[in-house]
Structure formats: structure tokens, C-alpha cells
């Protein structure tokens, strides 16, 4: 099984700030890797596919990059939606797998 | 627009069964795959499984095999999640979600079905 960690656990940042969101995997995944978002009582929402294309709908703000083993989420410029939990995936091999989750809260 | 709706929370006691059911809109039910993840109180998300809508093959996580069975109703563009021999580590939330084209991202969610296994 791939087993995915991110980092960091809990992230504080001020609005308007970039935050950096780091995912690897245990082995390769190739670009076969998604980003979620999710708010407290809310399903997880799609953010980026395919390591960095963004779903539709997401804003720009949203960015994914990274092939392999590494992967980066950057959010450019915090908003006040964007505090959140953040989930990878990834899909390349059974199981599909799940990072623990980065929580992004306001500093 | 594309929508998941599931059915509602579900209260059982060790060792029953839960059926969960997410009925699908606004697209060719057969044409995309249906996976069910669930997520423990305050715990990250967990993939239990994947059926293709389009000739019911499945995948399922190994730690539930043996206690879970997924299926379709393509006539009504349902898909239900089955749990046997329920434990209170099963409390969880249980999502259905649409898998991405030809691919295993999941987009959209259904909203969630809350499963309470206590005695």
C-alpha cells in the first residue's frame, strides 16, 4: 500500500499570505494525484487532478505541482474560505490512498 | 449540475448490517465509476472501495474485504455501499463519490451519511 504523508500537520498563516502544502509518496505515483479541500461539516471538494490541473470552478489561487514522489499545493493568497483541511490522493496504484490531512488555520 | 444524494444517518448495534444508498443526477449514470469513502470522528479520509457502474466490477480495500459488497441500480442511477458485522470502529461518515473520466480522483461528493454502530 502507498502510504502518503503531508506536511505539515497544522499550518498558520495570515490572510492574504501564500501557504505551501507538501505531500509525498512512498513510492512513485507518477502525476496520478489529487488535492481536496474540506470544511468542518462538508463533504471533501475536488481542487486539483493529475498533480496540477485544477478542477473546475477552482480559483487560480489554487496551484499543484510535483511528479513522482513530491507534491506541492500552493494557495498564492490566503482568503478567508481557504481555511480549511487539505487532503492528497493518490490514485495510481490499489489502494487508492489518502494523506493524514494539513489543517490550514488563520494566525 | 451533477449531484450525489445519499440516504439518511443509520443507527445500529455491533454486528448488524447498514445499507447506504447515493443516488446519482445530471449525468450518464454508467459511463463514470462510483467510489465509497468514510471518514471516523475527527479522523482523515479512508477509501473502502470502487464499482465500475458500467458492468459492476468492484475494488475493494483489503481490511473490509469479506464485510462489504457495493452494487448499482442502473435503472435508477443508485449505487449502494452494504457493511456487515458492524463494529463501533465503523462509526464513521460514509461518502459516495464520482470517479474522475477514466481516472480515480472523485469529484463530486455526496454529502454523507453519519453510520452509528453502538450498543
Given at each position: 500500500e502507498i502510504v502518503m504523508t503531508q506536511s505539515p500537520a497544522t499550518l498558520s498563516v495570515s490572510p492574504g499570505e501564500r501557504a505551501t502544502l507538501s505531500c509525498r509518496a512512498s513510492q512513485s505515483v507518477n502525476s496520478n494525484l489529487a488535492w481536496y479541500q474540506q470544511k468542518p461539516g462538508q463533504a471533501p471538494r475536488l481542487l486539483?487532478?493529475?498533480?496540477?490541473t485544477r478542477a473546475?470552478?477552482?480559483?487560480?489561487r489554487f496551484s499543484g505541482s510535483g511528479s513522482g514522489t513530491e507534491f506541492t499545493l500552493t494557495i498564492s493568497s490566503l482568503q478567508s474560505e481557504d481555511f480549511a483541511v487539505y487532503y492528497c490522493q493518490q490514485?495510481?496504484?490499489?489502494?487508492w490512498t489518502f494523506g493524514q490531512g494539513t489543517k490550514v488555520e488563520i494566525k | 449540475q451533477v449531484q450525489l444524494v445519499q440516504s439518511g444517518a443509520e443507527v445500529k448495534k455491533p454486528g448488524a448490517s447498514v445499507k447506504v444508498s447515493c443516488k446519482a443526477s445530471?449525468?450518464?449514470?454508467?459511463s463514470y465509476a462510483i467510489s465509497w469513502v468514510r471518514q471516523a470522528p475527527g479522523q482523515g479520509l479512508e477509501w473502502m472501495g470502487w464499482i465500475?457502474?458500467?458492468?459492476?466490477n468492484t475494488n475493494y480495500a483489503q481490511k473490509l474485504q469479506g464485510r462489504v459488497t457495493m452494487t448499482t441500480d442502473t435503472s435508477t442511477s443508485t449505487a449502494y455501499m452494504e457493511l456487515r458485522?458492524?463494529?463501533?470502529?465503523?462509526?464513521a461518515v460514509y461518502y459516495c463519490a464520482k470517479a474522475g473520466a477514466a481516472a480515480g480522483?472523485?469529484?463530486?461528493?455526496?454529502q454523507g451519511t453519519l453510520v452509528t454502530v453502538s450498543s
Open positions: 486539483i487532478y493529475g498533480a496540477s473546475t470552478g477552482i480559483p487560480a490514485y495510481n496504484y490499489w489502494p | 445530471g449525468y450518464t449514470f454508467t465500475s457502474t458500467y458492468n459492476g458485522s458492524l463494529r463501533s470502529d465503523d462509526t480522483w472523485f469529484d463530486p461528493w455526496g
